[in-house]
């Protein structure tokens, strides 16, 4: 409990960020789709048929995952909090939908034959019959939707949206439970407190109701639209990130090195991005400006290429051209180090089975359950190709979250993990790391990834971010990622110390 109290206090103003975000976020997102959904189950409650076929379409997309529906999003809307607010929405459609609809075909049909009865207009059985009788159902619809959009508005962060999943993200990555319990908490206590305030609402008249609503969408609305102008016209540069402290301590590093430059340059970090494909379509859709991406996964994953070489210099010099040649991008200088994908095992593993290359794994996989990473299990530059390569034949393969895989290990679940070679679980765990003795995997040397519009604009930033070529070592990566990772210092202390270690900040 100190932890936690002492961490809400440290990230006071971060967490009112993330609580405001995440409110605003499941508030527009609910009040849209009561916009859609409500007046589209008044259109059809004289349409059995029709009812029933938008009942089934709201079933269907509610079972279509989350995180592929803001896959599909981002190459036409971006990042951001749209693509985030257009999934929402669709996640919300379903139960008000139903519970408007429900609520207003099954009244009593004497009722309306009483009201046809006296000449009363179809606007008056709406709003004095219809809809004040269907109120209780409807307002059920729209408390299970947006307990619904709270939670699955931590996915958010995934694409750059903020929110409190940015904690739990960070919480999962950095093996930190009381960060992640601060954002669990806090998405909890707000699904519950809006749920109360909801069922206070529903005692109100349909006019103050409505009235309420449209107050609670304005302001709304022009609360998100001035923070968009503000971005819009003081954000010049935006450094993103993957999951982990790694992606974290370099992007800090890049804005240090970019203001000591320019001061006046405005700087935003979007840390935390899902995924590889994320990421990069979000550079190329001009919304992010620089991010820190590998050779290996430039020529295995975002422009596959066979690799002329397994020469870490020779990889990149490919992996360079092969940006320039087919995006509006630059690819930077790399540093030092390589974080390249490797098979891990505890010590007890290796001893039991005399493991020491990926070839010895190989002949008893069948008896060894593996847990991977998420883009290591999916692509071919991982799992799905080395199991080519070494005819790999595990006896149960497992995906999950990168810090979970080393907790399933630690508590022997699993004998078999992906790693990569600057983990600092691999010397906190003492684990036995198997070589890659056909030469699977390819050279994986950071640098960052920059739109050429930005080098244009700002030409000094070219020359900032290059004062990291040939920097950091293996050894001081893994330094870095203990402290953030297993010590949860802050990464931008942590980068900023490296920084002025070696006078590279003055």
């Known amino acids: 409990m100190t932890s936690f109290i002492n961490f809400i206090q440290a990230q006071g103003d971060t967490l009112r960020n993330a609580l405001f975000t995440h409110i605003g976020l499941s508030l527009v997102s609910v009040a849209l789709a009561m916009l859609i959904a409500i007046p589209l189950a008044i259109a059809l409650m004289n349409h059995p048929r029709l009812g029933e076929v938008m009942l089934q379409i709201t079933g269907v997309i509610q079972t279509i995952p989350s995180l592929a529906i803001l896959g599909l999003l981002i190459p036409i809307v971006g990042i951001g909090t749209v693509p985030a607010i257009i999934a929402l929405v669709l996640y919300a459609l379903m139960p008000i939908f139903q519970n408007t609809y429900a609520g207003l075909t099954q009244i009593d049909a004497n009722l309306l ?14 709003f004095k019959i219809r809809l004040p009788l269907a109120l209780p159902l409807i307002f059920s619809g729209i408390r299970i939707a ?10 958010a962060s995934l694409i750059g949206g903020g929110g409190l999943g940015t904690f739990i993200m960070q919480g999962i990555q950095n093996n930190n439970n009381t960060e992640l319990l601060v954002g669990a908490v806090c998405s909890a206590a707000l699904a519950i407190i809006f749920s109360i305030g909801l069922r206070l609402l529903s005692h109100l008249s349909l006019k103050k ?36 402290g790694e992606p974290e301590i370099l992007m800090n590093m890049y804005r240090e090195l970019i203001q000591q430059e320019n001061p006046k340059l405005k700087v935003t970090l979007k840390p935390n991005f899902g995924n590889t494909t994320f990421i990069f379509r ?13 050779t290996g996964t430039v020529l295995q994953n975002l422009y ?17 051209q092969v940006i320039q040649e087919k995006s509006d991008l630059t690819y930077l200088k790399p540093m030092a180090y390589e974080n390249r994908y490797a098979l891990a095992v505890d ?6 089975y005399h493991l020491k290359t990926v070839s010895d794994l190989a002949r008893v996989s069948p008896q060894l359950s593996a847990a991977f990473e998420n883009d290591f299990y999916h692509q071919q530059d991982g799992y799905q190709g080395l199991k080519r390569k070494y005819q790999l034949h595990f006896k149960n393969v497992k995906s999950m979250e990168p810090s979970l895989r080393y907790e399933a290990l630690k508590n022997h679940q699993v004998q078999v993990v992906d790693a990569y070679t600057t983990d600092p679980q691999i010397k906190v765990q003492k684990l036995v790391v198997l070589k890659d003795d056909l030469a699977f995997f390819p050279p994986y040397q950071g640098a960052p990834l920059v739109r050429n519009e930005l080098i244009k604009r700002h030409p000094e930033i070219q020359k900032s971010l290059n004062r990291l070529h040939n920097r950091i070592s293996e050894s001081e990566m893994i330094e870095m990622n203990y402290k953030v990772t297993v010590k949860h210092e802050k990464a931008q202390r942590v980068a900023h110390e490296y920084l002025k270690s070696y006078r590279l900040i003055r």
């Open 113 to 126: 034959e009483a009201a046809d009865a006296f000449g009363l207009s179809w606007w008056y059985k709406l």
């Open 146 to 155: 947006l307990v619904l959009v709270i939670g699955t508005a931590t996915l």
């Open 209 to 244: 109701l409505a009235l309420v609503i449209g107050l609670l969408i304005v302001g709304l609305g022009g609360a998100f639209g001035f923070q968009a102008y503000q971005q819009q016209q003081h954000q010049e540069v935006v450094i993103a990130g993957k999951l982990g």
């Open 282 to 294: 979000a550079l190329q859709n001009k919304q992010v400006d620089i991010y820190p991406e590998f």
């Open 304 to 320: 596959p290429e066979k690799l002329k070489s397994h020469n870490p210099a020779q990889v990149y010099q490919q992996a360079h």
């Open 347 to 352: 010590q007890q593993t290796a001893k039991r």
